[in-house]
């Protein structure tokens, strides 16, 4: 199993900025697909972003042109740069690493979008 750990959420004004991290404990070119999802207080979990092995990405429409996906494969790291937020996008953001046999989660980070 990958282990999978987020960092870089926090609080932040409508309109500003954050980036995610996700460092994983393998390869994660070893790793079909990579994506953060969110979960807002009472609401299911959510793809926000994915990208796959061979760098092809997929974003949810509510994050287009606001969000972007991206990793190192050096450092076994894929980031969430996110500008523009909204209150709308304040939730705990998961880290997610899917391959044949393995779905498997982060803790999440909590990023809260208030004035």
């Known amino acids: 199993q990958v282990q999978l750990v987020e960092s870089g959420g926090g609080l932040v004004q409508p309109g500003g900025s954050l980036r995610l991290s996700c460092a994983a404990s393998?390869?994660?070119?070893?790793?079909?697909?990579m994506g953060w999802y969110r979960q807002a207080p009472g609401k299911q979990r959510e793809l926000v972003a994915t990208?796959?092995?061979?760098?092809?990405?997929n974003y949810a429409d509510s994050v287009k042109d606001r969000f972007t996906i991206s990793r190192d494969t050096a450092k076994n790291t894929v980031y969430l740069q996110m500008n523009g937020l909204k209150p709308e996008d304040t939730a705990v953001y998961y880290c997610?690493?899917?391959?044949?046999?393995?779905?498997?989660w982060g803790k999440g980070t909590l990023v809260t979008v208030s004035s």
């Open positions: 997610n690493a899917q391959r044949p046999y393995m779905n498997q």
């Open positions: 393998q390869s994660i070119l070893s790793i079909n697909a």
């Open positions: 990208i796959a092995s061979g760098g092809s990405t």
